[in-house]
């Protein structure tokens, strides 16, 4: 599966934010459907992801209550709508599909196929 990730860009804190991951050769609802962030000086982190074959959804802590992921089975993609978005948030965020609904959710090396970045900047 191809994935492109859009939809990032500079805002406030305490604006909103949807990122939007496209799949492509593929159905998202196959995959664990991953989120994961980097900022600079930081290692790559989880963020978010969506694991329809098991019906349930995870989230890092540090957004959890602000930051949601979804899929639309029509436009086969996969959003991450972030809510109350403060300076931490500041990151490249990536997505990423895992073929193994039983494995990690949260760790990185499970996930095979990623999209390019999108560059999330939140001004306080």
């Known amino acids: 599966v191809q994935l492109q990730a859009y939809g990032g860009g500079l805002v406030w804190a305490g604006d909103s934010l949807r990122l939007s991951c496209a799949a492509s050769g593929g159905t998202y609802r196959a995959y664990i459907m991953g989120w994961f962030r980097r900022a600079p000086g930081k290692e790559r982190e989880f963020v978010a992801a969506?694991?329809?074959?098991?019906?349930?959804?995870s989230y890092a802590d540090s957004v959890k209550g602000r930051f949601t992921v979804s899929g639309d089975n029509a436009k086969n993609t996969v959003y991450l709508q972030m809510d109350s978005l403060n300076a931490e948030d500041s990151a490249v965020y990536y997505c990423a599909a895992n073929p193994r609904p039983y494995s990690s959710e949260r760790t990185a090396s499970e996930y095979d196929s990623w999209g390019q970045g999108t560059q999330v900047t939140v001004s306080s």
């Open positions: 969506l694991n329809h074959r098991r019906s349930r959804t």
